[in-house]
């Protein structure tokens, strides 16, 4: 199964020589108390370290060693030993912050909410690509397979765009008729960026490459002729875009590593925009 992304994690400054621990009676009862449980959640019970009594499970431990796994980091007892260091370091800064009272006006509720939508699209993906049979194998024998036969595909096209967005389909729509009458499309682009606060009052075209667009896109792209610019709006987050294209040129070869990137991402794109067009379509949304 492919791990897709992995939030770096906050490198606190490098832990000096760490102190032995002491625990108060209190916490050594209640660590006695918790340790007749073991039998039922071992590892919700098991402990890496306890610091000012509180503490780091072996199950929270875990999923930030996967985390930096994922990363690339190879797991060696070093890594290891960081690692722990690493959450005695936070631990101590958490507690610092709620001794100090900084987490006074910290909405956890909504910073709770936040991380456990990020773990559950993580989830989702994951999930896809196990049912999809995906893995790091299969992806590096189709990038092979794929040089071998041509580069043509494995070449990463850059194309220099120039666009508006609206927030109105039917707006969209009419921009692209004014275009087909033959107004110019940077008259009207400028126009969009003024009245949006643009500085200047000027959109600017820039250069995007092929594995940078889902693969929807750059279908549509690879079928525009330098000058031309798409005529059906197209639907982008807060409204719909139109494009035109400036120029185009061809770069480099593509690497496994770009294109995991490039095929992952448009995987991803087209079944995340096909489960939310039929979530949207049977949700209730006041």
Request: charged share 25%.
């Amino acid at each position: 199964m492919l791990c897709l992304s992995a939030s770096p994690l906050l490198a606190l400054s490098q832990p000096g020589p760490q102190k032995e621990m002491t625990l108060s009676p209190d916490s050594v009862a209640k660590k006695s108390s918790v340790a007749s449980e073991k039998k039922d959640l071992p590892d919700a019970y098991e402990f890496v370290a306890i610091v000012n009594g509180e503490p780091i499970s072996q199950s929270f431990y875990d999923l930030n060693l996967q985390e930096w796994l994922a990363q690339g980091q190879k797991d060696t007892p070093e890594l290891r030993k960081k690692l722990k260091e690493e959450l005695i370091n936070r631990e101590l800064i958490a507690q610092e912050v709620s001794k100090k009272g900084l987490d006074a006006n910290v909405n956890l509720r909504d910073q709770i909410k936040l991380l456990k939508h990020k773990m559950y699209v993580q989830i989702y993906s994951d999930q896809y690509f196990k049912d999809q049979g995906l893995t790091e194998e299969a992806l590096r024998q189709e990038y092979q397979s794929q040089k071998k036969q041509s580069t043509q595909n494995l070449t990463v096209v850059q194309y220099k765009l120039n666009q508006m967005t609206v927030r109105e389909k039917s707006t969209a729509l009419a921009l692209i008729g004014r275009l087909e009458q033959g107004e110019s499309f940077e008259l009207i682009a400028n126009q969009i960026a003024n009245a949006n606060g643009v500085k200047g009052g000027r959109a600017a075209a820039i250069w995007v490459n092929s594995n940078q667009i889902s693969s929807e896109l750059s279908g549509v792209l690879a079928n525009l002729s330098v000058g031309g610019f798409t005529k059906t709006p197209l639907a982008a987050e807060g409204g719909w875009l139109i494009l035109k294209l400036e120029d185009k040129r061809s770069g480099k070869l593509m690497t496994y590593e770009e294109y995991r990137s490039q095929k992952i991402g448009a995987l991803l794109g087209e079944y995340y925009n096909q489960t939310l067009r039929r979530l949207r379509s049977e949700a209730k949304i006041n």
